[in-house]
């Protein structure tokens, strides 16, 4: 199991990030509203921030100010969900807003439904747009702790490798990840929309698995653009949509193309994923065996007669190997 990199890597300078910048000063803060996901019947979840490429957001509006800044001949670095600066510490120094019990900060009106950037910047600066939060938030509430499928979250502490924004980023699955996967194809909003603060941002949405399955290379490629993909290897995208569709009731189109991975020329990983899934008992109570002979190619019947325990399957180290 890998360990997480990220800021983890090179705490120390994520920690100060005025440190190898010999002119920065102060840094402006803002924060960009990300509606968070709900699933909609049969969807796969995909994160309101990641939906809605909210980072993007961020960093063009920083990037505006920067520009207006440089127009003056100041200088600054947009830092926004890079491995640079710890956004949150950043945000919490400005004030922005209050740290929840997930961990996230909370804007008024908004609550964790936010995502955060910074511009660093040669000067102090004085402005301050909106409300300043005080007092604490929580306060008896827990509801975002209860609402984690994962038990990553305890007292305003995450465990990364509990989280599945995490879990989806791994190569290889714990086989009790992929138990508590639930229907997320990529990052996790259950602690937002769990949350009084945030409840009234949430959207229902999602994408369908055979939309993902079917999907050309490049197609998916642009879908996914602003992901954290491991290698950017699209065989991890599909990997997560196949085990994601066993918690959803799948829809025949689905089903064929779930199938399909079996096939000759799948990627090893998605097949792996197709076989963990039948050896649990298949889709969404669809009986996996009866779904075996309907609508299946010669091809496809191939690995589907085959009796549940005999299904082959690779050691997760080879599978490794041959991720591609
Ligand atoms: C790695 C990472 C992850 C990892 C690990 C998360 C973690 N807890 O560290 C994983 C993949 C699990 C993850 C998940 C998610 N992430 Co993330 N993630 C990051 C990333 C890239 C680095 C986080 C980091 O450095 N952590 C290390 C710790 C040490 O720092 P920190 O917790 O960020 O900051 C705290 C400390 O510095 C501390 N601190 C500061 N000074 C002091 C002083 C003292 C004395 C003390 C005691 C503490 C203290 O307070 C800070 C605030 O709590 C940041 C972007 C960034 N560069 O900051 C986004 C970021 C934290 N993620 C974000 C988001 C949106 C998410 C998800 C909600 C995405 C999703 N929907 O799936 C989930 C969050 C679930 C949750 N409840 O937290 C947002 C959070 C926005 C917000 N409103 O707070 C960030 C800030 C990205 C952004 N720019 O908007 N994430
Ligand atoms: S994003 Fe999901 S798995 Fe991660 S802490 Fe929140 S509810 Fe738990
Ligand atoms: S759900 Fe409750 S405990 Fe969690 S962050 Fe929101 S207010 Fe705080």
Known sequence: MREPRFTFRRPQ?????????????????????AAPSVPAANHLGVAGYAAGDAYAQVRDALERVRRLLVDVGGRGVVVADSNLAFDRALARRARLGWVGRHTLVMVPGYGGAVVLGSLIVDRVVEVRLGRTPTGDPCRNCRRCVDACPTGALGDGVLEPLRCRSWRQQERHLEPSWRETWGPWLYGCDECVTACPLSARQKKVGGERVASILSASDAALAERVRSWYIPDRTLAWVRRNAIVAARSLATSPDDEQAIWRQLVAGAAPVRAEAVRWVLRRGGWGGVDASRARHQRLSPEDRRYSALPRGDLPSARPDELRRRHA
């Open 13 to 33: 300078p994520a920690a100060d990030p005025w440190a190898p910048l010999s002119w920065a000063r102060g840094a402006i803060v803002v924060a960009v509203a």
